[in-house]
């Protein structure tokens, strides 16, 4: 089968397309014949290496998808061979197979294609988790999302509507803006001074909450502007992490500051199928609407992690196998 391996640490050029024999699957292992794959920040920072996302070299890239399963390891119960399943914790998901721990694997309800549920698990739930359970987002709150016409900015975006609340959302350029609009958001604004303008948008006040992704160019005006008890809630770094945090800066207006992950917010188990449940329900009802912004072949990957790490993508890149 031809699967993408990272055969050193470095730049979109390390991914190379090679020929392994099809894995077996263990105890608790489902082999699934992938069928669409996702591309995330997290594949990035593990080809890149270094920083909390180390990886060994060589590994299969990628870890999020979704396909039909072919055949199942000893003890699993939950899944048997033609089962749909999506996955967003399946180490070397970059490939035209792949073994997916039974617990790590969602099934798929007939209707909603391999597309849009491979598009919806890493960035979906991590919406799910950060307007749900970091910062519950509750009725008439104000808050701040950073890059919103990205994959997760889009989706935070109209979960944050579900819940009620009011979306500023920051982009760079009208086109994304646009996008934001659309997926809900109350306003849109640039990067120029977007922590005066949040203030000003709130009457002075300052937002309950800001989801900021972005990290080194954004954190410190992200924290200007929160209201006090406000919560900054750091979920990535695409423009680089901050620097190191001086505690006075939440002393100010007795912040709160968190830097969440999906791993500690249901990335297998129990948790991962109530988060998935909700938006699989929600993209059936026609509730949520998933942007695929970009499709590529498996042998394009670097090409994908490239638009993806250069800005100019909108929503969620899709590689086919
Ligand atoms: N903690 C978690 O559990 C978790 C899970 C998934 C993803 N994440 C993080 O969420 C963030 C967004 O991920 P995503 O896949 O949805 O990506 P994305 O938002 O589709 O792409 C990143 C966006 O960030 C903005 N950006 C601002 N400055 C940038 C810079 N210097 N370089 C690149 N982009 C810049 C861009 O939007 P504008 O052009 O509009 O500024 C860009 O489109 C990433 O940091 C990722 O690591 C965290």
Redesign the pocket.
Known sequence: MRAIVVSRHGGPEVLELQDAPAPEPGAGQLLVGVEAIGV???DI?EREGGGTHAAQTPHGAGVEGAGTVTAVGEGVERFAPGDRVAWSNAPGSYAEQVLVADDAAVPLPDGISSELSAAAM??GT?AHYLATSTYPIADGDTVLVH???????LLLTQIAKRRGGRVIA????DE?AELARGAGADETIG?DGFGDHARELTGGEGVHAVYD???A?TFDESLSALRPRGYMVL?????GPPPPVEIAKLNAASLFLTR???TH?GREGEELRTRSADLLEWIAAGELDVRIGGRYPLEDAARAQAD??S?A???KLILTP
Do not use: E, H
Not at 147 to 153: E, K, L, Q, R, S
Not at 235 to 239: D, H, K, T
């Open positions: 995330n920040y997290r920072y890493l960035q991590t890059a919103a016409a990205g994959g997760v900015g920051t982009t760079s350029s994304k990067y992704g972005i990290g160019t979920y990535g770094a695409a423009s969440p992950t999906l917010y993806l790490a800005r993508t909108t929503g």
